[in-house]
């Protein structure tokens, strides 16, 4: 028996649950570097983990801080301009990640995305996998 590490979480779990991050982390890489190779052909992979480490993380933070600020003084519509900020965020990482304007980066974020989803189609549709329902609704 193994005994738990942090609440109900055994030491296995936790690696199992870092292992997958990581793995996650490198497949959400490969669309992003094939599309951002096509734009910009200086482009590398490390460019691309770059871009997709630290995309997630200020795309959450300006998320939540945005709307944490907004809703206190417009409301409900607070959380639709903090969706719009905190995009605007995540495109501005691929401008400084992959070294191009804010044009590029737009267009490099929106691919990724299409592919992104498009490839979560695929590995559901054949290995029974599926990215979750609030990113992506089941049809």
């Given at each position: 028996m193994?005994?738990?590490?942090?609440g109900?979480?055994?030491?296995a779990s936790v690696?199992?649950?870092?292992?997958?991050?990581?793995?996650?982390?490198?497949?959400v890489t490969i669309?992003?570097?094939?599309?951002?190779?096509?734009?910009m052909?200086?482009a590398s992979?490390?460019?691309?983990?770059?871009a997709?480490i630290?995309g997630?993380?200020v795309?959450?933070i300006?998320?939540?801080?945005a709307?944490?600020?907004?809703?206190a003084?417009?409301?409900?519509?607070?959380?639709i301009?903090?969706?719009?900020?905190a995009f605007v965020?995540?495109?501005?990482?691929?401008?400084?990640?992959?070294?191009?304007g804010?044009?590029?980066?737009?267009?490099i974020a929106?691919?990724?995305?299409?592919v992104?989803?498009?490839?979560s189609?695929?590995f559901?549709?054949?290995?029974?996998?599926?990215?979750?329902t609030p990113?992506?609704?089941?049809?």
């Amino acid at each position: 028996m193994l005994l738990p590490v942090i609440g109900e979480f055994t030491l296995a779990s936790v690696l199992a649950f870092a292992i997958g991050l990581v793995v996650i982390w490198i497949i959400v890489t490969i669309p992003v570097y094939i599309i951002a190779k096509f734009f910009m052909p200086k482009a590398s992979l490390r460019d691309a983990l770059v871009a997709t480490i630290f995309g997630p993380l200020v795309y959450v933070i300006t998320l939540f801080a945005a709307d944490y600020l907004l809703a206190a003084v417009i409301g409900v519509f607070g959380y639709i301009l903090a969706l719009a900020f905190a995009f605007v965020a995540w495109v501005w990482i691929f401008k400084i990640s992959f070294r191009t304007g804010w044009l590029r980066g737009l267009v490099i974020a929106l691919l990724a995305i299409v592919v992104f989803a498009f490839l979560s189609y695929v590995f559901g549709f054949f290995l029974g996998l599926m990215v979750p329902t609030p990113f992506f609704p089941v049809f």
